[in-house]
């Protein structure tokens, strides 16, 4: 089974639309961390932000926000007034294993989001 | 600029070579990732090292290898290569705590993207 499910392989937004990107991750550790990550064509991976497992608090950060929900295991991204620069693939990624003196990364096959102005 | 440095940035080589592909972590990070990402694809764990050990495995070819030398830079080591080995490797780094916690996101450099012909 998938650790972390981005379903959205695509999407393609016009500028100035909102889009939400959904992650859904599986995990049985009570403590974990929660990434997002950007990758613009140019192919760096950009990180966006960090949640542990015990910080349900949503976030927003500009025109970005982020809503962490344990109860359905997930932590969607969205982009407020999209802009051509958001044009980009968006990463999901779980960390966990820190019971057991080890973490590992997973990552989601992305989201690639396409805003045409 | 995320701290960490991967070279070359880009190499172009023949089947059945080898290459090494060289990371240097962010000052102070004492762990270090390896991901594959063939084209349009997500990112593929590889392998792990913290402090010089190995710590984790991946989906990580025998043809390839990796260690971690004690000033903390790794290398990742290719060999036999195939057409299918064309992708971009990504190196990232972390700090971890010494109980071996995760405490940051991690940091990736900007790649080495190998293309065999």
């Known amino acids: 089974a998938q650790k972390v499910t981005q379903a959205q392989t695509e999407i393609s937004v016009v500028e100035k639309e909102d889009v939400t990107l959904d992650c859904v991750y599986e995990?049985?550790?009570?403590?974990?961390?929660l990434f997002w990550y950007k990758q613009p064509p140019s192919g760096e991976l950009v990180f966006l932000i960090r949640?542990?497992?015990?910080?349900?608090q949503n976030e927003i950060s500009g025109r970005y926000s982020w809503n962490f929900q344990k109860s359905t295991s997930s932590f969607n991204f969205t982009i407020t007034a999209s802009q051509v620069v958001d044009s980009a693939v968006y990463f999901c990624?779980?960390?966990?294993?820190?019971?057991?003196?080890?973490?590992?990364?997973?990552f989601g096959s992305g989201t690639k989001l396409n805003v045409k102005p | 600029d995320s701290g960490v440095t991967q070279t070359p940035k880009h190499l172009i080589t023949a089947t059945g070579q080898r290459v090494t592909l060289r990371c240097s972590p962010r000052s102070g990070d004492l762990s270090v990732y390896w991901y594959q990402q063939s084209l349009d694809q997500g990112l593929q764990f590889l392998i792990q090292y913290y402090n010089g050990e190995e710590r984790a495995k991946g989906n990580i070819l025998e043809r390839f290898s990796a260690q971690q030398f004690p000033d903390l830079h790794s290398e990742l080591n290719l060999s036999s290569l195939e057409l299918g080995d064309s992708a971009l490797y990504f190196c990232?780094?972390?700090?971890?705590?010494?109980?071996?916690?995760?405490?940051?996101?991690?940091?990736f450099g900007e790649g080495s993207r190998l293309t065999v012909l």
């Open positions: 995990t049985r550790d009570t403590t974990y961390y």
């Open positions: 990624a779980l960390s966990e294993g820190f019971l057991y003196n080890f973490n590992k990364f997973y």
């Open positions: 990232a780094s972390s700090y971890l705590g010494t109980s071996g916690s995760l405490v940051g996101e991690l940091f």
């Open positions: 949640r542990n497992s015990f910080d349900e």
